[in-house]
RNA sequence: GUGGGCGUAGCUCAGGGGCAGAGCACCGGGUUGUGGCCCCGGUGGCCGCGGGUUCAAAUCCCGUCGCUCACCCCA
């Protein structure tokens, strides 16, 4: 048996409708802030992705589905989107314009992980970007927006972890601080800082051991020794987010495994999904556009994991309800096309109709209606034939009436008492 | 890349040298043309794969592959 490569999962009714409820209630949250969709390629050249996460993070260096072409030119998986859609910024000249350019996109990503509960191969982001904007306000209004997706959704027991990483002005005078300290210090750091330390020191921070933190008690957190413009921009953050309510805990120790991340920076985590606690992430990353060769413009932006948030939707919320159906049930070859008939005709007003060609008993298509869920079934044989008349079943009530088949127009009525067809009927 | 747990029916799992099992699901019947609940019957297995030990292996040993959880890191 041919099985799906380690890490890539199915995704198969119900959960499918899940998603869909997921997708449906972002698109509409988007719409009113203003956000458009874009779909980019799930592939592009290596480079692009080297030169925008950095060379040294963990998933340039072990996590991406690298590959030639057939004429040899490297190409990779996307890990991540902000890189394809910065690209794609610079490359169909978007920067046109003083306003800022507001953009989502949802899709597969793919990196090359030992997969565990939250963490797969091929997995879904919901991104927001917002490119050419720097004020504070666009970093307040990406959270909100942010929050207002998963309040929609109903997501309970999140919280939003927030941190600034400074710039271009004042991060590499602290870098050299906590260089020269890992360097008096180096013997005292676990094995995986050593490593760090060297590659990104930042990420010390991360750490669990307890003389790694120790030793990083002697130099102020990052947050404290911004420049004075991070320190008002952070400053005028935070102060949006208490005025419009929106609860935050500051950690200094939230880095981001990306280099790219400037000033604000911000995860959504969960209690309720075990190791892989990260709903959704994102920052600010002032110098990306330039750095991939595009105009010196800001952007800030955010990746909502849609594998975690459907797992905690369907921990927390009932099935989302599927439409009522009308199931025809057919006995006898010469009632068959007349029940085909209908159930087009209802299929073509909007209403959700099936039936079964197999020519089974009654009772076969009845227990498969009432496992399909029909909310009601229309009973066509010969008997019905000559009266133009047929029983229609309500599967709850187990009540019966009779309706004409010259139309689908009675059938209808009883459907439509519950809800109106898909097309607005 | 490292470590733990687990691989037996479609699903959840029992069985730990001697006939391959249960519950659920599926199909049929009980009801000549009426679902769910109930009763009866049935289909379905390379016991992950390969090798070894043994008269005999789902069971013991070795290897391997897969799944899963965790570390690392992140969505």
Known sequence: MIKAVRGMKDLLPPETARWHHIETIARAVFRCYGFQEIRLPLLERTELFTRSIGVN????????????????????????????????????????????????????MFRYERPQKGRYRQFHQINAEALGGDAPELDAEMILLLLEILERLQIKNLELVFNSLGCSQCRPAYLLELTALFARGLRDLCDDCQRRSAVNPLRVFDCKSKTCQELLHQVPALSDQLCDDCQRHEQRVLELLDRFGVPYRKNPRLVRGLDYYTRTAFEVITTELGAQDAVAGGGRYNGLIRELGGPDHPAIGFAIGEERLAALLSQQQDPIPARPLLFIAVLGRTALDLAFDLVQAVRRQGYVADMDFADRSLKAQMTMANRRGASQVLIVGDKELAARQAPLKNMQSGQQQMVSIEGPSEILAALGSETEGVYGV
């Open 57 to 108: 993070t963990d998933i340039v260096e072990k996590e991406m589905y690298t590959f030639p072409d057939r004429h040899g030119e490297s190409l990779t998986l996307r890990p991540e989107a902000t890189a394809s859609v910065v690209r794609a910024f610079i490359e169909n000249r978007l920067d046109q314009g003083a306003e800022v350019k507001k953009y989502f996109t949802m899709g597969p």
